[in-house]
């Protein structure tokens, strides 16, 4: 029997809808995991690591040498137990290290390899992820019990192989089906951060960034610290909706449609920290009285054991109401907070990206179309002022290209806060909305 418990709760921030249609409700689903106290190293599951370090002529210099630094602190970190595969990947791919157990007698030979990786040529990324995929994979095949996971580090973008990032995520999404999770470390400004994050999340994994070659080592160790602390993994999150409502998923848009389910994939959920989803509800006409009826279910799989685990709530219900007894209901204060920040999170993620493909006027317009309501629905709230100043202050920044730099902190921040998560570069980072203050 698995030592993991795995919960779920859903409920609406009001539970009333217009009659006449239009009235948008938001769904809270919040995930909970917890597993028993793992004392010591040895009794946590053994961890199977692929690094796939990108060795293309850009991470010259600093960036190569904290990659390796990086990787060789990482070994500090493991046992015995663990295996660790070592993949370079630039105009040619090559693989260093495969599979090798990392008890103290195999230090001297992985130091060694690590201290091999040289710079050169183009980045085949998609050729050096692969290969790390089949390292990690064949560790798999042999004991199912350690997942492959594949760790990549980047500083730049796809520029041979598979280039696409909409094909790169459907081949994570694939191989996380398959059990194998992806997760990626972007380095520096240039790198592509749409790419990275959508194999990330398609990958059941996690995006990182270093900003500086001195955060690498911090980073990608912050990544061994969120496994350790991971307690349900490979999660997805079913949802059946009635006929006539519109719904998606802040964040994450309207997920896959499959045995009449809308199924959404979250990656982890951390060992005693909540997880929040928040769907956007539109709902339909209906004779006063009528009721909606949504179900909502979670499936993953236990860090700790690889046990399977499902969750689910009772129905949760919208009822149609007259317009007086729709209008004078108040929203839950519970959840009106997890709404507003799962929201921000959506609002900014969107804007970085319709920014990425110089959709400049059209994020202008959705970020005021945005603000028009969430200014009314966080009026309550003591953060609600800062919340609605920042997406102010994206409105006035959102009509013209924004730095590499700046996008890619958006990108992250949107991500910690869907994921609630922890900035792995530590709590000092200029936030988004300070880098637009001082003009950036």
């Not at 580090?153 to 996380?176: F, K």
Request: proline letters at 3%; hydrophobic letters at 40%.
């Amino acid at each position: 029997m698995t030592s993991t418990t795995f919960s779920i709760t859903a409920a609406f921030d009001r539970s009333l809808f217009w009659q006449h249609g239009g009235s948008v409700r938001y769904l809270v689903v919040r995930l909970n995991g917890q597993q028993e106290a793992v004392r010591q190293r040895t009794e946590r599951p053994a961890l199977n690591i692929a690094l796939a370090i990108d060795a293309s002529g850009s991470m010259a210099g600093e960036k190569l040498q904290a990659a390796k630094r990086a990787a060789l602190g990482l070994v500090g970190r493991l046992t015995e137990r663990d295996r660790l595969s070592v993949v370079s990947f630039a105009s040619d791919v090559i693989v260093h290290l495969d599979g090798i157990a990392c008890g103290p007698d195999n230090h001297e030979r992985i130091a060694r390899e690590i201290n091999r990786l040289e710079t050169r040529g183009m980045t085949n990324l998609s050729g050096g992820w692969m290969s790390a995929v089949e390292c990690a994979a064949v560790i798999a095949e042999a004991d199912p019990k350690m997942t492959a996971r594949v760790i990549i580090l980047s500083d730049g973008q796809a520029n041979e192989g598979i280039t696409n990032s909409g094909e790169l995520a459907e081949h994570a999404g694939e191989l996380r089906t398959r059990g194998v999770l992806t997760s990626a470390l972007g380095i520096g400004d240039d790198y592509d951060e749409m790419l990275l994050r959508g194999m990330a999340e398609a990958g059941g994994g996690r995006l990182h960034d270093a900003e500086l070659a001195s955060e690498i080592e911090t980073v990608l160790l912050g990544e061994i610290e969120d496994i350790y602390e991971t307690a349900v993994e490979r999660v997805e999150l079913v949802l059946t909706v009635p006929p006539g409502v519109q719904s998606n998923m802040l964040g994450k848009g309207e997920g896959e449609l499959r045995d009449g389910r809308l199924r959404f994939q979250l990656g982890a959920v951390q060992n005693g920290v909540e997880r929040v989803a928040v769907f956007r509800v539109t709902c339909p006409k209906a004779q006063p009285g009528e009721e909606l009826a949504f179900t909502v279910s979670a499936n993953g799989m236990s860090a700790q054991d690889g046990a399977v685990l499902s969750a689910d709530t009772p129905k949760v219900l919208l009822c149609a109401a007259v317009g007086a007894l729709n209008n004078a209901q108040p929203r839950d204060t519970a959840l009106v907070p997890l709404v507003a920040r799962a929201w921000l999170a959506h609002v900014v993620a969107k804007a970085a990206a319709m920014n990425r493909v110089r959709a400049y006027r059209e994020a202008g317009r959705m970020i005021a179309a945005e603000l028009k309501h969430f200014r009314r629905y966080v009026g309550d709230l003591p953060e609600g002022i800062a919340m609605v100043e920042q997406l102010e202050l994206l409105a006035q920044r959102a009509d013209r290209e924004l730095s590499p730099r700046l996008s890619k902190e958006l990108m992250l921040n949107s991500s910690l806060l869907m994921e609630s998560r922890m900035d792995r570069r530590g709590s000092g980072k200029e936030s988004w909305s300070e880098r637009i203050r001082r003009g950036e």
